[in-house]
């Protein structure tokens, strides 16, 4: 079959690797893609919500299957534009507008998640008009406070603040200052939950659901989980501390509940669900959800899925996800991602990279990247993630940062700790 992966970034490279080697695929394609895909697949110069010229192309080259990597156009309503007569007939790995909400609103996510009992921390929403009542429940609650642009901010609208005066000041500059622009129009404050953070993913069909392997990313650009938030510096996979007790009580305490609140509120989910979780004494607690698969945690993931993507995929046309057998490598992934000096505030663009070709043993996710004058160049924040296996999490940190360290750009930057709390 004929496949279009929707994005840029190196969750999208990763999806053409895995999904490169199946004996399914006719022809990959990737929409706009980087210079990592254009070496497996062919990139497509097409806007990812330009959902016009994407039907188009689907059209014109008998795309059979849509794997929609970001979350813009999923809360743009995608898969619901393929709905129409013409389009019918694809695939569109992704769930529907109203699915998609639950990463499109912070809000809606905790009333989904209230209304099917999903463990999550106590919340409340407001906006500009009532700012003084936000202001008065940060007084109701123990340091330190936890504001969450209501809509996407790509991945940086959540503030942990340790002192109420601060909080006050930064719910004023999301809501009346405009922080995160339109994002923050509302914002969520809700309770501080004190425990260590896991990802799990769960891929559906929209009735039946296989659980992905597990992963650990880490989001601050400094060491030791300091300084701004970013888009993940880096992942490991599996969580080692989730044991089987752990993830028994995950499956039964949030991910029977959240697909069966997909069925009972009847929203169409064929996709990705991303749970971001809080061990809580050993009790998970749902952070967030995203609505597709999440970046760097991609890059641990899919490598360790030894079994045919493409082939589980193909099966959510039919809802036929039980009939599949989901195999998983025992060993760990590790990804570790070099950024641009000054990632994630002002960075430049456009500096050659040098020494892919030394890269031994590890694989090269490319996420901005781009080829300029038979160049491959830096195009991004988050340039490249470079992924290890290994027999256990340090085995493979040791590979990747000795391959990380074969490679440079200019001003290149990484995290020398990925792990260093597990």
């Known amino acids: 079959m004929n496949v279009l992966i929707l994005g840029s970034g190196g969750r999208e490279h990763a999806f053409a690797h895995s999904i490169i080697k199946s004996s399914l695929l006719s022809k990959l394609f990737v929409a706009p893609g980087n210079a990592g895909t254009d070496q497996i697949a062919t990139n497509v110069n097409l806007g990812i919500t330009d959902f016009a010229a994407i039907k188009t192309f689907v059209l014109e080259n008998d795309i059979e299957m849509l794997i929609v ?58 906006t500009k008009e009532t700012l003084k009542e936000g202001m008065a429940f940060i007084d109701t609650l123990k340091p330190p406070f936890v504001l969450k642009a209501d809509g996407l901010a790509g991945g940086k609208g959540v503030l942990i603040i340790p002192d109420a005066k601060e909080a006050k000041e930064s719910l004023e500059e999301m809501l009346v200052g405009g922080k995160f622009g339109a994002a923050s129009n509302k914002v969520v404050i809700e309770e501080f939950l004190s425990g260590i953070e896991m990802s799990v993913f769960v891929m559906t069909d929209g009735n039946s659901y296989k659980v992905m392997p597990t992963a650990k990313d880490y989001k601050r650009i400094g060491e030791g989980d300091t300084g701004l938030n970013t888009g993940g510096m880096g992942a490991v996979s599996p969580v080692p501390f989730a044991d089987d007790l752990l993830m028994q009580k995950i499956e039964d305490r949030v991910i029977k509940p959240t697909i069966e609140g997909f069925k009972k509120e009847n929203i169409v989910y064929k996709g990705f669900v991303f749970i971001g979780l809080m061990i809580v004494d050993g009790e998970p607690e749902v952070i967030e959800y995203n609505v597709r698969m999440g970046d760097p945690e991609t890059e641990v993931v899919l490598p360790r899925i030894s079994s045919d993507l493409l082939s589980h995929l193909h099966a959510f046309a039919k809802a036929e996800l039980h009939k599949e057998h989901l195999n998983i490598d025992s060993r760990y992934a590790t990804t570790v991602m070099c950024v641009a000096g000054g990632y994630p505030e002002a960075y430049e663009k456009g500096m050659e990279i040098i020494g892919l070709e030394n890269v031994v043993d590890s694989i090269v996710f490319h996420a901005g990247t781009a080829i300029k004058e038979g160049k491959i160049v830096t195009n991004g924040g988050r340039v490249m993630a470079v992924t290890s296996y290994g027999t256990d999490f340090k085995q493979a940190l040791k590979k990747s940062y000795q391959n990380v360290e074969k490679l440079q750009f200019d001003k290149m930057y990484y995290r020398t700790d990925i792990g260093f709390d597990l």
């Open 69 to 126: 990597g970001p979350e813009a156009p999923l809360v743009d309503g995608i898969y619901d534009f393929f709905q129409s007569d013409d389009l019918k007939h694809v695939n569109v790995i992704g769930p529907s507008k109203e699915g998609a909400v639950l990463e499109g609103s912070k809000e809606f996510a905790k009333e989904f998640m209230q209304r099917n009992n999903v463990p999550t921390a106590a919340y409340k929403s407001f």
